[in-house]
């Protein structure tokens, strides 16, 4: 089962530009966190955002959690090309099993062009 | 801290053949491990939870005769694709949960293709 759906799927940017991505999600969470994934690579953790926290920044990332709403974004700031990679959120959740795991939404594809 | 190695991080293979990969937690304890799975241009999809010493528990839709899990250490899992087939082909990644935290750290993935 997948926890979240994000938007938009692919995002096509210019260098320098801001990027924005969103992510809604099902169940109640602890936390929200954002995960970045080059092509063919593994992931890399970029944030984590609780759920009493609204806002949190990290370098060029700002990240907002609306629990009211289930949803958090993900800004990237001044975009570079070497930002071009997927973008994942990721919540923990109970599975069908009654396991407790790191569930991910479907992704944003993002294009930086220099 | 808080590494986790894949081996091997490619391998090919012919239809038929099984193929072991590992996961290993190097700086810590790691009392349940997970296996996900990832299609090209997908998200990543669970595939099983394992408990160090414990039968894994595999997700609805994943065939456990044929993706086995063992989780013989606090540090170690391995994942066996048994008689592969191109189907089998996708990228593996495999997750460590620190002793007492919620916190997952993911290896590097492995990416498997059979032909």
């Known amino acids: 089962s997948q926890q979240g759906e994000e938007d938009p799927q692919a995002l096509s940017i210019q260098e320098g530009e801001n990027a924005t991505m969103n992510c809604s999600y099902k169940?109640?969470?602890?936390?929200l966190q954002w995960y970045r994934q080059n092509s063919g690579r593994g992931l890399v953790h970029l944030i984590l955002?609780?759920?009493?926290?609204r806002e949190k920044h990290s370098g060029r990332l700002r990240v907002t959690l609306d629990t009211s709403k289930k949803s958090s974004s993900l800004l990237i700031t001044a975009s570079r090309a070497a930002d071009t990679a997927s973008y994942f959120c990721a919540t923990v959740i109970i599975m069908d099993t009654g396991r407790r795991a790191l569930t991910f939404g479907s992704g944003t594809r993002l294009q930086v062009q220099p | 801290g808080a590494v986790v190695s894949q081996h091997p991080s490619r391998v090919i293979c012919k239809s038929g053949t099984s193929v072991k990969i590992e996961c290993r937690s190097l700086d810590f304890q790691a009392t349940t491990m997970f296996w996900y799975r990832q299609f090209p241009k997908k998200s990543l999809m669970l595939m099983a939870t394992?408990?160090?010493?414990?039968?894994?528990?595999?997700e609805q839709g994943v065939e456990k005769d044929k993706f086995l899990i063992n989780h013989a250490s606090l540090t170690l899992s391995t994942l066996t694709v048994t008689s592969a087939h191109p189907e089998d082909s996708s990228f593996y990644i495999c997750?460590?949960?620190?002793?007492?935290?919620?916190?997952?750290?993911f290896g590097p993935g492995t990416r498997l293709t059979v032909l």
């Open positions: 997750s460590a949960r620190r002793v007492r935290t919620d916190t997952q750290y």
């Open positions: 169940t109640s969470i602890n936390n």
């Open positions: 394992s408990n160090e010493g414990s039968k894994a528990t595999y």
């Open positions: 955002i609780r759920s009493n926290e």
